[in-house]
């Protein structure tokens, strides 16, 4: 766990900014499969951005859990 209480506040920040990401890849990727002529290509690359954001927030939603073995 970070203590520092600015390390925490980057971290919080940070997971605001990868959520709205997130959510925002949501309606492109909806957008995208909607079109007649959908880009399978582009929807699996904007997929994957998805799956690592997930990854990314996961791990610093960790972070910022105190460790309970303290």
Known sequence: MHSDPAEQSRISQRLVELKLEHRDLDVAIARLQAGIEADDLAVKRLKKRKLQLKDAI?????????DLDA
């Open 58 to 66: 996961a791990r610093l939603e960790s972070a910022l859990i105190p």
